[in-house]
Structure formats: structure tokens, C-alpha cells
T-cell receptor, first 115, second 113 residues
């Protein structure tokens, strides 16, 4: 596998379920990101990890819980979500988290539907 | 707070035409600006990244320019093809500290054969 992969690609869950989204990057990068893309809204940065340390939390509700066990893997744990959380969740990685040259590479996304 | 605007929101052109997509941002203290394309229901593909010290970048039929002082960037696509049909997004990274990336809402491009 190359680049940034995400699983699952599609997820339907009820409001009382607990699920996790997984992201893996094979680029040797040190920074990873979670974004949320809702219809007709700009991408929203949710979390930034640099060398497995969370360095940015963009006022995201606690029902979203990120985890970065190593620089290649990133998880987003979901619990008691709301229907308005339905969106495309995108993972990205970059070589570093603070640099003037820092191209971000994105995964294909997980399409989440909360019933 | 950084705000990024893309105009137009949608654009339809005949195949072969040259076209320009616009991106403006409110805070010129940026690390870089990146252009992406997104196909329906898919992730983002990086097209070009311009560092704050650069004026432009080129890749094939694509040319992106950056005027930091006026808070503007343009993406020029030469000799458009139906395969160029997608949504084009620009994103700016604010300077200082860890990456604070702000995206525009995108321009949806349709190239008609």
C-alpha cells in the first residue's frame, strides 16, 4: 500500500454506537491530521498530531476522540454521535507539522452516516 | 481569523479553453498555499504548493501564482480537458507554530467535451 489509506470507506452507525475510523500513512511522515467535510461547507481541521503528540484541537466535541499510537497510524474514536456529524472524514499527513514547505497528502476519506 | 474565499463557486467551459480559478485570503501571514482537486466522494489530490516566498509554481498544464500582499492566488489551467472536471480547493497555512490550515469552499469545474 502506498500513500494514505483509510478504513472503513463507508460507515453507518446509530447514535448510541461506538466505532473507530482508522488512517495509515506509508510516506514516512511525522504529522497527521483529521478533517471533517460537510456538504457545502469548507473542510474543517479537527486535530493535528506531530510525532504522536496532539498539537491542535480545533474545539471539537468530546464525542470525537483521536488516538495516535505511532507516527504511521491515526484513529478517530466515535461515540454517541449526532445526525449532524454525518460527513466525509478525511485523514492527511505531512512531513512535519510546522514548516513553510509542508505539502499535505490526503486519504480517500470515510463517508460517515449517523442515523 | 483566516478566511479563504474561492470565486466562482462553479464554472462550466468547453474543452480546450484556458481558464483561471481564483482564491483570496484575509491574513497574509502564511507559510504556504496549496491547491487540491477533489473528485466526487473522494479524497483530495495535491496539485501545487506555493511557499510564501515564491510567486508561482507550475506542473504540466497547471500554473499557480501567489500574491501574498494582496491575499490572492490564481490557478491557471491550460487547454482544459473533460478529465479536469472536479472541485478545486485552495488552502492556506498560517505561519507561526503548528499548522493551522484553512480551506476555501472550492470551485466546481465542468469541462464539456
Amino acid at each position: 500500500e502506498t500513500g494514505v489509506t483509510q478504513t472503513p470507506r463507508h460507515l453507518v452507525m446509530g447514535m448510541t454506537n461506538k466505532k473507530s475510523l482508522k488512517c495509515e500513512q506509508h510516506l514516512g511522515h511525522n504529522a497527521m491530521y483529521w478533517y471533517k467535510q460537510s456538504a457545502k461547507k469548507p473542510l474543517e481541521l479537527m486535530f493535528v498530531y506531530s510525532l504522536e503528540e496532539r498539537v491542535e484541537n480545533n474545539s471539537v466535541p468530546s464525542r470525537f476522540s483521536p488516538e495516535c499510537p505511532n507516527s504511521s497510524h491515526l484513529f478517530l474514536h466515535l461515540h454517541t454521535l449526532q445526525p449532524e456529524d454525518s460527513a466525509l472524514y478525511l485523514c492527511a499527513s505531512s512531513l512535519e507539522a510546522s514548516s513553510s514547505y509542508n505539502e499535505q497528502f490526503f486519504g480517500p476519506g470515510t463517508r460517515l452516516t449517523v442515523l | 481569523k483566516q478566511e479563504v474565499t474561492q470565486i466562482p463557486a462553479a464554472l462550466s467551459v468547453p474543452e480546450g479553453e484556458n481558464l483561471v480559478l481564483n482564491c483570496s485570503f484575509t491574513d497574509s501571514a502564511i507559510y504556504n498555499l496549496q491547491w487540491f482537486r477533489q473528485d466526487p466522494g473522494k479524497g483530495l489530490t495535491s496539485l501545487l504548493l506555493i511557499q510564501s516566498s515564491q510567486r508561482e509554481q507550475t506542473s504540466g498544464r497547471l500554473n499557480a501564482s501567489l500574491d501574498k500582499s494582496s491575499g490572492r492566488s490564481t490557478l491557471y489551467i491550460a487547454a482544459s480537458q473533460p478529465g479536469d472536471s472536479a472541485t478545486y480547493l485552495c488552502a492556506v497555512t498560517d505561519s507561526g507554530g503548528y499548522q493551522k490550515v484553512t480551506f476555501g469552499t472550492g470551485t466546481k469545474l465542468q469541462v464539456i467535451p
